[in-house]
Protein backbone atom coordinates (compact mmCIF):
# COMPACT_ATOMS: atom_id res chain seq x y z
CA UNK A 1 0.00 0.00 0.00
CA UNK A 2 1.46 3.25 -0.85
CA UNK A 3 1.07 6.70 0.33
CA UNK A 4 -1.72 8.37 -1.13
CA UNK A 5 -4.05 4.53 -0.90
CA UNK A 6 -3.05 5.36 3.05
CA UNK A 7 -4.01 8.95 2.32
CA UNK A 8 -7.26 8.25 1.05
CA UNK A 9 -7.59 5.63 3.22
CA UNK A 10 -7.41 7.70 6.24
CA UNK A 11 -9.86 10.65 4.69
CA UNK A 12 -12.43 8.11 3.32
CA UNK A 13 -12.68 7.32 7.28
CA UNK A 14 -13.13 10.71 8.37
CA UNK A 15 -15.88 11.85 5.38
CA UNK A 16 -17.49 8.55 6.85
CA UNK A 17 -16.88 9.68 10.82
CA UNK A 18 -18.69 13.14 9.68
CA UNK A 19 -21.23 11.80 8.41
CA UNK A 20 -22.11 9.51 10.27
CA UNK A 21 -21.91 12.15 13.18
CA UNK A 22 -24.18 14.12 11.59
CA UNK A 23 -26.92 11.83 11.85
CA UNK A 24 -26.63 10.88 14.62
CA UNK A 25 -26.46 14.84 15.88
CA UNK A 26 -29.87 15.22 13.93
CA UNK A 27 -31.42 12.30 16.24
CA UNK A 28 -29.87 13.88 19.24
CA UNK A 29 -31.33 16.91 18.30
CA UNK A 30 -35.26 15.79 17.73
CA UNK A 31 -34.87 13.43 20.68
CA UNK A 32 -33.91 16.70 23.07
CA UNK A 33 -36.66 18.85 21.20
CA UNK A 34 -39.34 16.06 22.15
CA UNK A 35 -37.97 15.54 25.77
CA UNK A 36 -37.64 19.76 26.47
CA UNK A 37 -41.38 19.71 25.28
CA UNK A 38 -42.29 16.49 27.44
CA UNK A 39 -40.64 18.50 30.26
CA UNK A 40 -42.72 21.90 29.97
CA UNK A 41 -39.19 23.70 28.63
CA UNK A 42 -38.38 25.90 25.53
CA UNK A 43 -35.03 23.80 23.39
CA UNK A 44 -33.20 26.83 22.60
CA UNK A 45 -31.10 27.43 19.25
CA UNK A 46 -32.96 24.28 17.65
CA UNK A 47 -29.23 22.25 17.64
CA UNK A 48 -27.07 20.30 19.93
CA UNK A 49 -23.45 20.79 19.60
CA UNK A 50 -20.72 17.88 20.61
CA UNK A 51 -19.46 17.26 23.61
CA UNK A 52 -17.20 14.33 23.55
CA UNK A 53 -17.20 11.06 21.58
CA UNK A 54 -15.31 7.22 22.79
CA UNK A 55 -16.45 3.92 22.06
CA UNK A 56 -18.34 1.78 24.37
CA UNK A 57 -20.25 -1.59 24.44
CA UNK A 58 -23.47 -1.62 23.66
CA UNK A 59 -26.27 -4.70 25.81
CA UNK A 60 -24.85 -7.21 23.16
CA UNK A 61 -21.45 -6.56 24.12
CA UNK A 62 -20.55 -5.03 20.51
CA UNK A 63 -18.34 -2.00 20.39
CA UNK A 64 -20.23 1.62 19.08
CA UNK A 65 -19.36 5.23 19.16
CA UNK A 66 -20.73 6.93 22.36
CA UNK A 67 -21.37 10.84 21.45
CA UNK A 68 -22.10 13.27 24.19
CA UNK A 69 -24.20 16.33 23.18
CA UNK A 70 -25.45 19.05 24.96
CA UNK A 71 -28.22 21.78 24.43
CA UNK A 72 -29.51 24.83 26.13
CA UNK A 73 -33.19 25.09 27.41
CA UNK A 74 -34.92 27.68 29.32
CA UNK A 75 -37.68 27.71 31.82
CA UNK A 76 -38.70 31.26 31.84
CA UNK A 77 -37.05 32.14 28.67
CA UNK A 78 -34.85 34.72 31.46
CA UNK A 79 -32.49 32.57 32.09
CA UNK A 80 -31.03 29.48 29.99
CA UNK A 81 -29.69 25.68 31.40
CA UNK A 82 -27.85 22.82 29.79
CA UNK A 83 -29.16 19.80 29.13
CA UNK A 84 -27.15 16.46 27.87
CA UNK A 85 -27.83 13.89 25.69
CA UNK A 86 -25.99 10.50 25.32
CA UNK A 87 -26.00 8.17 22.08
CA UNK A 88 -24.64 4.97 21.89
CA UNK A 89 -24.70 4.11 17.83
CA UNK A 90 -27.92 5.96 16.61
CA UNK A 91 -30.34 5.36 19.84
CA UNK A 92 -30.38 7.56 22.53
CA UNK A 93 -28.63 6.36 25.69
CA UNK A 94 -29.91 9.23 28.27
CA UNK A 95 -31.20 12.56 28.40
CA UNK A 96 -30.71 14.78 31.52
CA UNK A 97 -31.43 18.11 31.95
CA UNK A 98 -29.54 20.72 34.70
CA UNK A 99 -31.97 21.91 37.72
CA UNK A 100 -33.60 24.93 36.44
CA UNK A 101 -36.30 27.67 38.02
CA UNK A 102 -40.06 25.81 37.22
CA UNK A 103 -41.83 29.87 36.17
Known sequence: MNESSVMLLILGLIGWLWWDSRGVAERATVAARAYCGNAGVSFLNDTVAWQKIRLKRNRNGRMQLQRTYFFEFAS?????????????????????????RVS
Open 76 to 100: DMQQRYRGEIVMLGKKVESISLDAF
